[in-house]
């Protein structure tokens, strides 16, 4: 089967055009970042505390809100996941004082995550709690199997090994009624519903990350990306020509900050996984451009007489068939990470999806008249020389 | 079969038996990232100044009594700075002695003079040292603490000049874990001069107000029920070096507490101090705080040890132990990063990502079965082959599985079919060009090689850069982009190629591609 035969488009013809569009989205990009703090960096970078927390009950969007209002977090950013209006991200960003050491900030935001926390139980767990209960939702394996072995020395450390691994799966116990359902005996249930009660919420994760710790990372990421590209450049210049080398990293740079200039119009915010997400898309991008540079590469051992725009127009065309195909492909397993894969690598789907398309682009529309634009600079009279 | 082929298919079938043996049972052999599985994430900092200021303080006591037994006169010694010292009041003419005695005695110091003045600073690379060996005791002693802790796969990493990763699977109990790790646990006997008192004033008060010499003003841990303050001699009884045993016990009224006993020399000295001050307290300070202060009742034999009933409830008693058999800490330490996982979000990540694997699979192979027929099952066997090696790679490295790690294999799925469409596409013009099936094949793969080696190698570049630079779950992702790469090297180039080898008539007219 053949998506089409071998067509014949004139992209190089629109090569002005491709490079205003290029320029326009980065435009308003950078001038997103620069004017109105449009990219948002993560918990990973140093910034604030991300944490996950699961109701027992569903509970609306705005309750939450207006929950962490009434302790001045009115601003902090509430993502629903999961279908159960139960499960919540909650990221909370704090102007740290001057002059705090990292283990001073750390333990603000810790002191942060707790009022949360607090925040969002229920009056009636304090109570309960203040009556010498355990709270079944958040007991550690240890405690809850002292707990229940001390009545029930014989099933009570199977029991307590039950209850957690199905706490561990459900995030939360909702009601004492589920336990019987578990195989637990009766007697054991109800001295348990006796000595413990059902907390109103249990944190799935809490994350926080000092400043000193961002800031290594922030530069690691740094480093990680101009290395990438450092080498990626080098090897091209080595295996082809210089100036494809240039248009390669060309090429990247605009695959970054397009990637990056749409991301900032988006409430998302940038963690590592987005770095990773991002080199990733530069590696694939530079798949594209290797295969049509070494189509350009191979043509211009047959095709001596004709001009290097025709050679790369006819290589575009020779590869497009399976730069649609390869991009599809690609494209169907990054839409499924991006429907299914889950609320903690949504974004990391995010950037492959968007980084997806827009490589195919940049490869067809940027990468070939780079080189050409570069021949015309530096070797005008040598036309020959390719 | 021709004779070569015999060997590629010996071969290949070795490799991908291999790969199936390594990583079954999958559930068993690889190994799954913090972020899949739930636990503890930690990154803390040692503050190796600690180990330099011991280390100057110790200095000055050493050349205190050293000048003292040589006749060298001077005023006092005074701490000045991070690793410096000075010692005022020297008599112009002892200069020389003193200098032949800091040669010979304190060759980690650099000494200049200074009117009446040395200063005393350590040697750049003394410090070096001492920093690092800090930072060595310091993961010695937290390994020591985790492992007592039973936590199965822990990882106790070093990471760059002062930092540590601390890595705990599975616990559930992060303030236990952190309390547990940060605590310095320096232990301590010292005599008890006044005390407790509710405030410092009435402490001092029949002091003068001031301070006594050699003795220090501590104030009891609140958690151990202690509130007030109170005056210690200085110089401590016994210390935790002195401990031989440490025994989670309980006391006469079944309470939680903590039994030990002493090596021969603190228990002489126990004894001695015991027998000499019946019916007075003796504080038992643990880093700086008093956790309890019981009276003498009589003098405690050398042998026989004695018991700390600290009001502990019973996982207390238990993290004392541990910490105190593991030994102090060498210097202080600040938590950088902590993150703590639940079990629950690590398990929907898997089967999110189950999901979307499956998904992408599926949807994979049906495009390709779909668009290149025939020769497209030839690609999906590679997909699943490239897969299978992945796990395999993943278990024999002991390479840990993370949430990013899964959208790297998801992603790998979409990359290697890449390698087959190169090839594909260049078979489908060769044979347009008018040659025949076999040579379009080889000619394919030929032409097509050049492109796939190039492309895969340069992502392979960017993936060991990442690897390099990233941490925990990034790292996970560049290994899994790495050795699917590589993978794909091999099955989609040679098990594809050889799979057309086998399949393909010679007498062949049409291809199904």
């Given at each position: 089967?053949?998506?089409?035969?071998?067509?014949?488009?004139?992209?190089?013809?629109?090569?002005?055009?491709?490079?205003?569009?290029?320029?326009?989205?980065?435009?308003?990009g950078?001038?997103?970042?620069?004017?109105?703090?449009?990219?948002?960096?993560?918990?990973?970078?140093?910034?604030?505390?991300?944490l996950?927390?699961?109701?027992?009950d569903?509970?609306?969007?705005?309750?939450?809100?207006q929950?962490?209002?009434?302790?001045?977090?009115?601003?902090?950013?509430?993502?629903?996941?999961?279908?159960?209006?139960?499960?919540?991200?909650?990221?909370?960003?704090?102007?740290?004082?001057?002059?705090?050491?990292?283990?001073?900030?750390?333990?603000?935001?810790?002191?942060?995550?707790?009022?949360?926390?607090?925040?969002?139980?229920?009056?009636?767990?304090a109570?309960?709690?203040?009556?010498?209960?355990?709270?079944?939702?958040?007991?550690?394996?240890?405690?809850?199997?002292?707990?229940l072995?001390?009545?029930?020395?014989?099933?009570?450390?199977?029991?307590?090994?039950?209850?957690?691994?199905?706490?561990?799966?459900?995030?939360i116990?909702?009601?004492?009624?589920?336990?019987?359902?578990?195989?637990?005996?009766?007697?054991?249930?109800?001295?348990?519903?006796?000595?413990?009660?059902?907390?109103?919420?249990?944190?799935?994760?809490?994350?926080?990350?000092?400043?000193?710790?961002?800031?290594?990372?922030?530069r690691?990421?740094?480093?990680?990306?101009?290395?990438?590209?450092?080498?990626?450049?080098?090897?091209?210049?080595?295996?082809?020509?210089?100036?494809?080398?240039v248009?390669?990293i060309?090429?990247?740079?605009?695959?970054?900050?397009?990637?990056?200039?749409?991301y900032?119009?988006?409430?998302?915010?940038?963690?590592?996984p987005?770095?990773?997400?991002?080199?990733?898309?530069?590696?694939?991008?530079?798949?594209?451009?290797?295969?049509?540079?070494?189509?350009?590469?191979?043509?211009?051992?047959?095709?001596r007489?004709?001009?290097?725009?025709?050679?790369?127009?006819?290589?575009?065309?020779?590869?497009?068939?399976?730069?649609?195909?390869t991009?599809?492909?690609?494209?169907?397993?990054?839409?499924?990470?991006?429907?299914?894969g889950?609320?903690?690598?949504?974004?990391?789907?995010?950037?492959?999806?968007?980084?997806?398309?827009?490589?195919?682009?940049?490869?067809?529309a940027?990468?070939?008249?780079?080189?050409?634009?570069?021949?015309?600079?530096?070797?005008?009279?040598?036309?020959?020389?390719? | 079969?021709?004779?070569n082929?015999?060997?590629?298919?010996?071969?290949?079938?070795?490799?991908?038996?291999?790969?199936?043996?390594?990583?079954?049972?999958?559930?068993?052999?690889?190994?799954?990232?913090?972020?899949?599985?739930?636990?503890?994430?930690?990154?803390?900092?040692?503050?190796?100044?600690?180990?330099?200021?011991?280390?100057?303080?110790?200095?000055?006591?050493?050349?205190?009594?050293l000048?003292?037994?040589?006749?060298?006169?001077?005023?006092?010694?005074?701490?000045?700075?991070?690793?410096?010292?000075?010692?005022?009041?020297?008599?112009?003419?002892?200069?020389g002695?003193?200098?032949?005695?800091?040669?010979?005695?304190?060759?980690?110091?650099?000494?200049t003079?200074?009117?009446?003045?040395?200063?005393?600073?350590?040697?750049?690379?003394?410090?070096?040292?001492?920093?690092?060996?800090?930072?060595?005791?310091?993961?010695?002693?937290?390994?020591?603490r985790?492992?007592?802790?039973?936590?199965?796969?822990?990882?106790?990493?070093?990471?760059?000049?002062?930092?540590?990763?601390?890595?705990?699977?599975?616990?559930?109990?992060?303030?236990?874990?952190?309390?547990l790790?940060?605590?310095?646990?320096?232990?301590?006997?010292k005599?008890?001069?006044?005390?407790?008192?509710?405030?410092?004033?009435?402490?001092?008060?029949?002091?003068?107000?001031?301070?006594?010499?050699?003795?220090?003003?501590?104030?009891?841990?609140p958690?151990?029920?202690?509130?007030?303050?109170?005056?210690?001699?200085?110089?401590?009884?016994?210390?935790?070096?002195?401990?031989?045993?440490?025994?989670?016990t309980?006391?006469?009224?079944?309470?939680?507490?903590?039994?030990?006993?002493?090596?021969?020399?603190?228990?002489?000295?126990?004894?001695?101090?015991t027998?000499?001050n019946?019916?007075k307290?003796?504080?038992?300070?643990?880093?700086?705080?008093?956790?309890?202060?019981?009276?003498?009742?009589?003098r405690?034999?050398?042998?026989?040890?004695?018991?700390?009933?600290?009001?502990y409830?019973?996982?207390e008693?238990?993290?004392?132990?541990?910490?105190?058999?593991?030994?102090?800490?060498?210097?202080?330490?600040?938590?950088l990063?902590?993150r703590?996982?639940?079990?629950?979000?690590?398990?929907?990540?898997?089967?999110?990502?189950?999901?979307?694997?499956?998904?992408?699979?599926?949807?994979?192979?049906t495009?390709?079965?779909?668009?290149?027929?025939?020769s497209?099952?030839?690609?999906?066997?590679?997909?699943?082959?490239?897969?299978?090696?992945?796990?395999?790679?993943?278990a024999?490295?002991?390479?840990?599985?993370?949430?990013?790690?899964?959208?790297?294999?998801i992603?790998?799925?979409?990359?290697?079919?890449?390698?087959?469409?190169?090839?594909?596409?260049?078979?489908?013009?060769?044979?347009?060009?008018?040659?025949?099936?076999?040579?379009?094949?080889?000619?394919?793969?030929?032409?097509?090689?050049?492109?796939?080696?190039?492309?895969?190698?340069?992502?392979?570049i960017?993936?060991?850069?990442?690897?390099q630079?990233?941490?925990?779950?990034?790292?996970g992702?560049?290994?899994?982009?790495?050795?699917?790469?590589?993978?794909?090297?091999?099955?989609?180039?040679?098990?594809?190629?050889?799979?057309f080898?086998?399949?393909?008539?010679?007498?062949?007219?049409?291809?199904?591609?």
């Open positions: 089967m053949q998506l089409f035969k071998t067509p014949n488009i004139p992209f190089l013809k629109y090569k002005y055009v491709a490079l205003a569009l290029t320029g326009a989205i980065i435009l308003a950078i001038l997103n970042i620069a004017v109105f703090d449009g990219l948002k960096l993560g918990v990973d970078f140093g910034e604030g505390i991300l996950r927390v699961v109701f027992k569903p509970m609306a969007i705005d309750d939450v809100r929950q962490l209002s009434d302790i001045g977090l009115g601003k902090s950013t509430i993502q629903e996941s999961g279908e159960e209006g139960r499960e919540y991200q909650i990221r909370t960003v704090q102007t740290g004082t001057a002059g705090e050491t990292d283990d001073e900030q750390i333990e603000a935001h810790q002191a942060l995550a707790d009022a949360i926390i607090d925040a969002l139980r229920k009056e009636e767990d109570a309960k709690a203040g009556q010498g209960l355990r709270d079944l939702n958040t007991i550690d394996e240890r405690s809850l199997t002292a707990l072995s001390s009545s029930f020395p014989g099933s009570g450390p199977e029991a307590a090994q039950r209850i957690i691994s199905y706490r561990r799966t459900n995030g116990i909702t009601a004492f009624e589920v336990l019987s359902g578990l195989g637990l005996e009766p007697a054991l249930v109800e001295s348990l519903e006796k000595e413990t009660y059902l907390g109103s919420l249990a944190v799935l994760s809490r994350e926080t990350v000092g400043p000193q710790a961002g800031k290594t990372l922030r690691k990421a740094v480093q990680a990306t101009v290395w990438a590209l450092i080498g990626m450049l080098i090897y091209i210049a080595v295996r082809f020509k210089l100036e494809y080398g248009a390669a060309f090429t990247l740079a605009q695959d970054v900050l397009i990637t990056m200039s749409i900032s119009f988006t409430d998302r915010e940038i963690n590592l987005i770095i990773a997400a991002v080199l990733t898309i530069v590696g694939f991008s530079i798949n594209d451009t290797i295969v049509i540079f070494d189509r350009v590469r191979e043509n211009l051992k047959v095709r007489r004709e001009p290097l725009e025709q050679v790369m127009n006819l290589s575009l065309n020779q590869t497009l068939g399976r730069t649609l195909i991009s599809g492909t690609l494209l169907l397993t990054v839409g499924a990470l991006y429907f299914f889950g609320e903690v690598i949504n974004d990391f789907a995010f950037v492959m999806l968007v980084g997806t398309v827009e490589g195919v682009y940049s490869t067809i940027l990468s070939c008249p780079v080189v050409l634009f570069w021949q015309r600079i530096f070797k005008p009279k040598n036309s020959r020389n390719r | 079969m021709k004779k082929l015999q060997w590629k298919v010996l071969f290949t079938l070795a490799v991908i038996i291999g790969a199936v043996i390594l990583a079954t049972p999958p559930g068993e052999k690889i190994r799954l990232g913090l972020d899949l599985k739930g636990g503890i994430h930690l990154q803390l900092q040692v503050v190796t100044d600690d180990s330099i200021n011991i280390e100057t303080d110790q200095e000055i006591a050493r050349m205190e009594e000048f003292k037994k040589n006749g060298i006169t001077f005023e006092k010694m005074s701490k000045d700075g991070l690793g410096r010292f000075s010692a005022s009041g020297l008599l112009a003419d002892q200069e002695k003193t200098r032949d005695l800091l040669d010979q005695y304190a060759g980690d110091w650099d000494y003079f200074a009117g009446d003045r040395v200063i005393l600073t350590l040697k750049p690379l003394v410090a070096q040292f001492l920093r690092d060996q800090a930072v060595e005791q310091a993961q010695e002693t937290i390994r020591n985790v492992d007592a802790l039973g936590v199965a796969e822990p990882l106790i990493q070093r990471q760059g000049a002062d930092k540590i990763v601390v890595e705990l699977p599975g616990v559930d109990d992060p303030e236990r874990v952190k309390e790790i940060k605590v310095t646990a320096v232990l301590e006997w005599l008890v001069l006044a005390g407790p008192a509710p405030d410092e004033e009435t402490l001092l008060q029949p002091y003068g107000g001031q301070v006594p010499e050699d003795a220090e003003v501590l104030r009891g841990d958690k151990r029920g202690q509130s007030g303050y109170y005056l210690l001699k200085r110089v401590s009884i016994v210390t935790g070096k002195d401990l031989r045993t440490v025994r989670r309980t006391d006469e009224w079944n309470n939680p507490a903590v039994s030990f006993s002493l090596n021969a020399e603190g228990g002489a000295r126990f004894e001695q101090v027998g000499e019946i019916g307290q003796i504080a038992i300070v643990l880093d700086g705080r008093v956790q309890l202060a019981p009276v003498v009742e009589d405690i034999l050398r042998t026989s040890g004695g018991v700390i009933r600290g009001r409830t019973p996982e008693a238990d993290d004392l132990v541990i910490v105190l058999k593991a030994g102090a800490l060498p210097a202080g330490i600040r938590y990063e902590e703590t996982i639940g079990a629950t979000l690590g398990a929907d990540s898997i089967r999110q990502g189950l999901v979307a694997g499956i998904v992408a699979v599926l949807a994979v192979m495009f390709m079965v779909f668009f290149y027929r025939l497209g099952l030839n690609a999906v066997t590679a997909l699943v082959l490239n897969v299978v090696i992945l796990f395999g790679a993943l024999y490295f002991k390479a840990a599985l993370t949430l990013p790690g899964i959208a790297g294999i992603l790998a799925i979409g990359m290697s079919v890449d390698a087959n469409v190169l090839i594909f596409e260049r078979i489908k013009e060769e044979n347009a060009l008018g040659k025949g099936v076999l040579s379009s094949i080889t000619l394919g793969f030929q032409r097509a090689f050049s492109a796939i080696f190039d492309s895969n190698l340069t992502t392979i960017s993936a060991i850069f990442l690897f630079f990233g941490t925990g779950p990034i790292r992702y560049a290994v899994t982009l790495i050795i699917s790469l590589v993978a794909n090297m091999f099955t989609a180039v040679f098990v594809s190629h050889l799979i080898d086998l399949t393909v008539k010679k007498t062949a007219k049409t291809l199904s591609i």
